[in-house]
């Protein structure tokens, strides 16, 4: 009742092998080091008015942990000056919270215990710095 298919599908994998593959760790690498430089960014962003020790060491953690995930490519950063137009520190740290919180979850699924403790210490300090009404009220 049916004729057979003589061709291919077009959904088969087999025999695409010029198709370049990641694995599920190379995908998590990729997205940690998103997330992570992200907050790296945001990071830069609070240190450039008001540095802080606790900023910069942070910093320095996040350029290590985003430059193994890279294949030791550090990360390109932006000196950031102050700017009148600059939004508030509490938007900054509830953005760096957020981000934070990205970075623990995927550092979680790959199993990055290293990773895992620093975005759960740079939430816990950028939920600190913004205080806890601004974070929860979201």
Known sequence: ???????????TTAGTADF?????E???DIQLAGHLTA??????????????????AAAERLTEQI???RGGRPPVRVTVTATEHAPRDSTLHL???????????????????????LAA???????????TRT????
């Open 20 to 24: 370049p593959h990641r694995s599920r």
């Open 26 to 28: 190379e995908e998590l």
């Open 67 to 69: 430059t193994r995930l």
């Open 95 to 117: 953005r760096a919270h957020a981000l934070a919180g990205r970075a623990l979850v995927v550092a979680a699924s790959r199993a990055d215990t290293a990773v895992a403790i």
């Open 39 to 56: 907050l790296l960014a945001v990071t830069d962003e609070l240190r450039g008015p008001e540095p802080s020790a606790d900023l910069d």
């Open 1 to 11: 009742m049916y004729e057979p298919i003589r061709t291919k599908s077009v959904h």
């Open 135 to 138: 974070l929860t009220s979201r």
């Open 121 to 131: 210490e740079r939430m816990d300090a950028h939920t600190a710095a913004a205080g």
